[in-house]
């Protein structure tokens, strides 16, 4: 009767942890049409290829409102840039007194270009031209933009106190501002499907090159610190970019909850690796996805199973 009770509480447990790896994942990310819903969309279809794993995506009104949700086991998987991360995870800037502590990094992906753009018949032709200028700001889901916006502005030496600021929740209606006619020029990540959106309604968009002199970057990183300047050529796939410009750019990372099981993310790391070629046909920024600075050290610490995949593939850790 014993060993009968011992077998059949062995084969419960089996049963629960088959539910809970047969469970689907959430992945959180802001709403369609920015980065982090591509992004997300993306990785699940492909970490279903590579592992099995089912994942949900579950847009929200921004990474301010996603992150708190990963941190608590709500979802399980987000996106970032190393900053908004840094900053949950220690509990300042726009988490000033809220440290999320089960936050733990998978990997560095790739880096994000950003900039501001206008309409390509604007008279607006640099940054410093934007003073007394429309331009959305606030982002009250998506706090960690305004912070980068700021950056943006700093490194042409203004700051949102010199343009005339439109209130918005986040990066989609700042771009609905901009289209609408309500705003002179607004802020976006290069090549996203809103900057398309925007491109096609206006008749044409033009980013605005920022500037690479040493105080100018100075400024810009005092208020970004991880962030950096390097040049965008001109493509097909990012409208608005019509020459070579500067434009500011930091490190995007996947992260997720500290008490997913260690094999778990073990697969989820090593799903980023095998399919990052398919990804970079669906979503052009995994070309810029380099493996070996995946285990890039900053303030978050990484998840048990992502650790156990970079000292298994020999990825060592960098700076």
Not at 75 to 87: Q, R, S
Request: charged fraction near 20%; proline fraction near 6%; avoid cysteine.
């Amino acid at each position: 009767m014993r060993f009968g009770l011992l077998v059949l509480l062995a084969g419960m447990g089996l049963t629960m942890s088959f539910h809970a790896w047969a469970q689907p994942v959430g992945i959180g990310t802001s709403p369609q049409g920015t980065l982090t819903y591509t992004l997300g969309a993306t990785y699940a279809k492909a970490l279903e290829e590579a592992t099995g794993i089912k994942a949900r995506v579950q847009p929200s009104s921004g990474t301010g409102v996603m992150v708190p949700l990963v941190n608590s086991g709500e979802l399980d998987i987000g996106f970032v840039n190393t900053l908004e991360l840094t900053e949950a995870y220690t509990g300042t800037g726009v988490f000033n007194g809220r440290p999320q502590k089960d936050l733990r990094a998978v990997g560095v992906l790739f880096p994000i270009r950003v900039g501001i753009f206008v309409r390509k018949d604007s008279p607006i032709r640099s940054l410093k031209e934007l003073k007394g200028k429309r331009i959305p700001y606030g982002y009250t889901s998506q706090e960690i933009i305004k912070t980068v916006l700021d950056g943006v502005l700093a490194n042409a030496g203004l700051t949102a106190g010199d343009t005339t600021t439109i209130l918005v929740p986040n990066l989609i209606r700042g771009v609905d501002e901009f289209t609408s006619g309500n705003a002179d020029a607004t802020f976006f990540a290069l090549g996203q499907a809103k900057v398309a959106e925007a491109d096609a309604a206006v008749g044409g968009i033009r980013f605005l090159p920022m500037v690479d002199e040493p105080d100018a970057v100075a400024a810009m990183q005092k208020i970004v610190p991880t962030s950096y300047l390097a040049t965008v050529q001109p493509a097909p796939n990012l409208p608005g970019v019509t020459e070579p410009i500067k434009t500011m750019h930091y490190d995007y990372v996947m992260f997720v909850n500290a008490s997913l099981p260690k094999d778990r993310v073990y697969k989820m790391t090593a799903a980023l690796v095998e399919k990052k070629d398919d990804m970079a046909k669906s979503m052009a920024l995994f070309r810029q996805f380099d493996v070996a600075r995946m285990n890039r050290q900053f303030a978050v610490p990484y998840h048990e199973g992502a650790a156990a995949y970079f000292k298994e593939k020999g990825i060592a850790a960098t700076q």
